[in-house]
């Protein structure tokens, strides 16, 4: 048998030279940027829960609202609302009407106090009677439940007749 001599056998152990070259797609270069924007965007924290903060104007009814309105699906936030009375008397039978649009889209796991009516367009919670110069606070927990964009009114009632329209929205995330 034919012995190969030392270069011989170099050559043949010796690995090809190939050109190296990046090869991009079309949709790769759509789609790259776009999951790295969405990456960036979420290690931000722009799709994290955030809760939004809304006030009355000045009137009788000082009314101050914290509710959820950008939350994950089966994520458990509260509606925080405290009421008070900026007049000089009481304010007689308080009650606050929340737009059924609203809460529907969650499953309310506790209240404090409780619905006292609920109406085809609304959810009424019964606060009474608020002397001058205090506040009555309440507080929902919400379980969102249906994904997409909500809204409703949250209306302040005395004696029937409307204090104070603040409006609430959510979009929930699957």
Do not use: W
């Amino acid at each position: 048998m034919p012995r190969e001599t030392d270069e011989q056998l170099e050559a043949l152990l010796e690995s090809p030279t190939i050109e190296r070259r990046v090869r991009i797609d079309r949709l790769q270069l759509i789609c790259v940027p776009i999951m790295v924007l969405v990456s960036a965007l979420g290690l931000a924290g722009v799709f994290g829960a955030s809760r939004g903060e809304a006030r009355s104007p000045a009137g009788p009814a000082d009314v101050r609202v914290s509710y959820p309105n950008r939350i994950g699906d089966s994520q458990e936030e509260a509606l925080d609302v405290v009421v008070g009375n900026a007049g000089q008397a009481a304010m007689r039978d308080v009650a606050l009407a929340i737009d059924a649009e609203y809460l529907d889209a969650f499953s309310i796991s506790a209240a404090m106090p409780g619905p006292s009516e609920l109406t085809p367009n609304a959810y009424v919670f019964r606060l009474g009677d608020i002397p001058a110069g205090r506040a009555r606070r309440m507080v929902v927990f919400l379980k969102a439940v249906e994904c997409g964009g909500h809204g409703g009114d949250l209306v302040v009632q005395a004696g029937g007749r409307a204090l104070a329209r603040i409006r609430l929205t959510a979009v929930i995330f699957p």
